[in-house]
């Protein structure tokens, strides 16, 4: 795909390369093809061709009619044909309408009607040239509507800023039909029926209403942000919703009851939503779309309370065992089991053994029930066979945890008892229990056992407690009877948040926890300590997470949500099960079958059962999930695209994979990489960290941690503003931008220079033992939006390091060793400078660009680097100027908050100017590929674009 600009001085031509931005549209063909708008192109999904069709605007809408396809966007709107091979091709080009389009239709094959954003409403023919404009009486501003044609008549509805829908009919009368009230906020989306309006607002409500009477039949709530698209399922009578919080639902039309919930997409929310044939499609901020045939039954509960059989003596605690009975401990201390078919209850464990009368734990291993009572007993129960035996205990303290050991051998169990002493059991055959190991859990307030499990190697033994901690403990296997209990070789207090860890399981050499914070945690063990590589959170307004299981090579996530159990495929975002059940904190279990889930729980005293039909949904996602926010950095290196984002996470791109990472606890603001592979990230709350890339890898790892603390540098004879007196301690400034250089000093590797929000600038030492160390640091009174580093003498190892801030000024630091050598500035910009570059040779050049559109190209003296000289200035954006670049020995590259991208030349005089697809660009970065013989240009900001150069671009 090639996107030319001719200009007055040449030809030149940008080939876009890989693109990663929030699809706009979708759209599903007949023949189940699916069309999807990123920005400016649409893209065939299945057969990979992609057309662009607009300048600049981005697709906001996709309008099928046999073998045509209406497209339109902001002011703009063109026709695309489709072939029998599902080939796109422009009919009928780009044309700019009179004012901004929020609805388009076919009336008949030659006939378009347009609804504009002031409420009028214009028939064009198929060359898209206005034959009739009508104009509503209730002229005001709609943000959403619909048109339709019913029986030869065009039907117009308006969803107005004034939180009301207004159905009229514009090619018969001017006048409002019917105004229907009840919104509390902006109308965002309507569809229409035969016999009713759905409408979707800012109120975060789904409304359903008699189109004749105006009345609302179902005000649906279920979304917990804007709720922006609505469509109807058309083989059923059916209404999906979509808004910012993620969420697709599914809901009964006639009903109102919410029949299916899916979390598709992660980021800023879901853009486009469409249905055909069973199927629904959407796409989101994230970068992807995805398809979805749903079943047509909808879920089924069935719930029934043992009132009668346990009113005299109340359960305490239930378990499913794996072939589906229901095991019941109740006051007593009995043990009962259920039998579904005869509705009763049979005797396990007499009352007679009171061992465990008004208090007991349990644990399931295997096809073994594990019970433990206060004064230290611990007995077996086959679930099989209903035999039970008792295991003899060394100590007599309570029972605080009985804790199933996550590994190949099922057989193992570990209790807990007072001053947190740890015993690690195995389960023989003939049902007895051998303890062959003793560990100690570190002191803490709730000091029990919660979630266990072995690495791999089956060296070490990874546990979590109550309160959220997690501890490495090295595994011996024979134990004599006078073994001293082992402490932990490594421990992560308080991980997980008091609440406490739910699993711990080990996969792929990792160590995989999740919490009742909500989070998913990765660590791994090296040289018997763990390091945490990433965390992420699945659902972020989800807080208790119970554990993740792999089945048919999907994730499941079983969590509690408000006053719901649900379990949710993670891959599909699908939620396969939900029972409301009142919360987690509650004796409860969950077993999964093929088709059915069957969930019980005790509230109130009362022992409830469900069992709910589970959906079975096939889905497909197109595409590799991006940020889906802002990324306010990237690098190269090698073929990697690396990218920060808003979501405090970083994510490696190939051609082919996306590998996300998390660590920071918020915003990455920048990055930047040595030849080496080093990687370094920084962002909010002044964190900055060290990730190593692995060769013909994507994945990062994390190998430094470091906290950027505030003690500023005040230059001499520098007098402090009052700002900077009454700053406080706390470290709440921001790293806003970084830069690195390889060290010829021995013992650093690299060098990396910081520029923060607060003013300062730090210029740290990074060791080969991957420990930061701090040499120096600035104060520039204002806020810093770039720093520039690099080495000026290969000889003596002097550092020239600049830095641009928010008040237009470009600062300078010539630096020998770890002292500043000499220091200038100039005041470049009326604002602050968004972009800064530095190139060295015979004529040492800076180029700055900033929030008043100039590019500026400057000189640095030749001997001491001392003073900068502008010798070119030219205004080039409409708006602010966010990037430059020198591209190579004579061209400048340059990009704006207006969209645009420009060449250069070093008089600043435009040689090429195209449009790029990415809202709001926030950073340029170059990559020059010798063995390609061309220079890759990749903008990022709400997503990327990658343009590469032609072979006669020679790199610098």
């Excluded at 662009?52 to 044909?81: E, M, P, T, Y």
């Excluded at 697709?248 to 055909?276: A, D, M």
Aim: charged letters at 20%; a negative charge.
């Amino acid at each position: 795909m090639m996107v030319q600009c001719e200009t007055a001085t040449q030809h030149a031509v940008l080939e876009v390369g890989r693109t990663s931005v929030a699809v706009t549209a979708v759209t599903i063909l007949e023949n189940g093809s699916v069309i999807a708008a990123y920005s400016s192109f649409l893209e065939n999904l299945d057969t990979k061709q992609r057309l662009k069709v607009f300048k600049h605007q981005a697709v906001h809408s996709i309008n099928v009619s046999n073998s045509s396809l209406l497209v339109c966007g902001g002011r703009s709107i063109c026709i695309v044909d489709l072939s029998c091979e599902n080939q796109m091709s422009i009919s009928c080009p780009e044309r700019r309408l009179k004012d901004w389009i929020i609805s388009a239709a076919w009336m008949s094959e030659t006939i378009i009607a347009v609804l504009f954003s002031y409420n009028s409403v214009a028939i064009l023919d198929t060359s898209l040239t206005s034959t009739k404009t009508v104009q509503c009486d209730s002229c005001c501003i709609i943000y959403g509507g619909c048109l339709v044609v019913e029986e030869g008549v065009l039907v117009c509805c308006s969803g107005t800023v004034f939180n009301k829908p207004l159905l009229w009919k514009p090619l018969l009368e001017s006048k409002v039909v019917m105004a229907y009230e009840g919104h509390g906020g902006v109308i965002f989306d309507i569809k229409l029926s035969e016999s009713r309006l759905y409408t979707v607002s800012d109120d975060r409500t789904l409304i359903i209403w008699n189109r004749s009477s105006g009345e609302i039949e179902h005000r649906l709530y279920g979304h917990t942000a804007r709720v922006l698209k609505v469509v109807l399922m058309p083989w059923c009578d059916g209404v999906v919703s979509v808004g910012e919080d993620n969420q697709c639902i599914v809901w009964s039309g006639g009903t109102g009851e919410k029949v299916h919930c899916l979390t598709p997409h992660t980021g800023q929310g879901i853009r486009s939503v469409h249905c055909n044939n069973s199927t629904i499609v959407t796409g989101g901020w994230d970068s992807t779309v995805v398809s979805y045939t749903l079943s047509s039954r909808e879920s089924v509960c069935k719930e029934e309370e043992f009132i009668s059989c346990l009113a005299e003596d109340p359960p305490k605690w239930v378990s499913w065992t794996r072939d589906g009975k229901l095991i019941v401990q109740v006051a007593s201390g009995e043990l009962r089991l259920y039998d579904g078919s005869l509705d009763s209850f049979e005797v396990v464990m007499s009352e007679e053994d009171s061992r465990f009368k008004g208090y007991s734990k349990h644990c399931k291993v295997g096809d073994v029930l594990v019970i433990g009572g206060i004064r230290g007993s611990i007995s077996l129960l086959d679930c099989k066979s209903l035999n039970c035996r008792s295991v003899n205990c060394d100590e007599e303290s309570k029972i605080f945890s009985l804790t199933a050991v996550s590994c190949e051998d099922t057989n193992l169990f570990i209790s807990c008892q007072g001053a947190g002493y740890l015993t690690l059991w195995k389960i023989n055959e003939n049902l007895s229990a051998e303890p062959f190991n003793n560990f100690t859990l570190p002191k803490c307030k709730n000091r029990w056992l919660t979630s266990a499990c072995f690495e791999e190697s089956g060296k070490y033994l990874v546990l979590g407690d109550r309160k959220g901690g997690i501890h490495l403990y090295c595994f011996a296997e024979n134990i004599s009877k006078s073994h001293v209990a082992k402490d932990p070789l490594c421990s992560f207090a308080g991980l997980h948040g008091d609440n406490g860890i739910s699993q711990i399981t080990s996969q792929n050499k990792l160590v995989v926890s999740v919490g009742r914070d909500g989070n998913v945690r990765y660590l791994k063990i090296k040289e018997g300590r763990l390091v945490i590589v990433k965390k992420y959170k699945p659902i972020s307004s989800v807080c208790w997470i119970e554990k993740l299981k792999q089945r048919d090579n999907l994730t499941m996530m079983y969590y509690f949500h408000g006053q719901h159990f649900e379990v949710k495929v993670l891959e599909s975002g699908v939620t396969i099960c939900s029972v409301e059940c009142g919360g987690g904190h509650r004796s409860w279990d969950v077993i999964i079958e093929e088709s059915s889930a069957h969930f019980a729980y005790i509230n109130n005293s009362k022992l409830k059962t469900v069992k709910q039909q589970i959906t079975s949904n096939q889905f497909k996602r197109y595409g590799t999930k991006s940020h889906g926010s802002e990324i306010h950095s990237a690098v190269y290196y090698k073929d990697l695209i690396v990218t920060a984002g808003e979501d405090c996470t970083l994510i490696a791109h190939s051609t082919e994979t996306a590998v996300q990472v998390s660590g920071h606890i918020s915003s990455v603001q920048a990055i930047c990489v040595t030849n080496s592979g080093i990687l370094f990230s920084a962002g909010g709350r002044g964190s900055l960290k060290a990730w190593h890339i692995p060769e013909g890898r994507t994945d990062l790892e994390l190998v430094s941690d470091y906290t950027v603390v505030s003690k500023t540098h005040i230059p001499v004879g520098y007098n402090s503003s009052y700002r900077f007196d009454q700053r406080n301690s706390d470290n709440d400034q921001r790293v806003l931008s970084l830069d690195c250089c390889e060290s010829r000093d021995p013992q650093f590797s690299c060098f990396v220079a910081c520029g923060l929000s607060n003013g300062e600038v730090y210029l740290l030492g990074y060791t080969l033992s991957n420990k930061f160390v701090r040499l120096l640091s600035d104060y520039q009174t204002n806020c810093i939006t770039r720093v520039k580093l690099t080495e000026t003498s290969s000889e003596t190892g002097t550092l020239l390091l600049l830095s641009a801030t928010t008040f237009g000024m470009v600062h300078g630091l010539n630096i020998c060793g770890s002292a500043i050598d000499s220091r200038f500035s100039y005041h470049l910009h009326s604002s602050g400078i968004n972009g800064l570059d530095l190139r060295l040779g015979p004529s040492a050049q800076v180029l700055t660009i900033g929030d008043d559109g100039d590019v500026i190209r400057s000189t640095l003296s030749v001997t001491r680097l001392d003073s900068i000289n502008p010798v070119a200035r030219r205004t080039t954006h409409f708006s602010a100027g966010i990037a430059v670049r020198f591209l190579n020995t004579d061209r400048v590259i340059t990009v704006g908050s207006d969209q645009r991208l420009f060449i250069l030349d070093l008089d600043l005089t435009a040689v090429y100017c195209c449009y790029v697809d990415v809202p709001d660009p926030h950073d340029l970065v170059l990559s020059y590929s010798t063995s390609r013989g061309d220079i890759a240009v990749l903008v990022c900001g709400k997503g990327y674009q990658e343009f590469t150069t032609s072979g006669s671009l020679l790199p610098v």
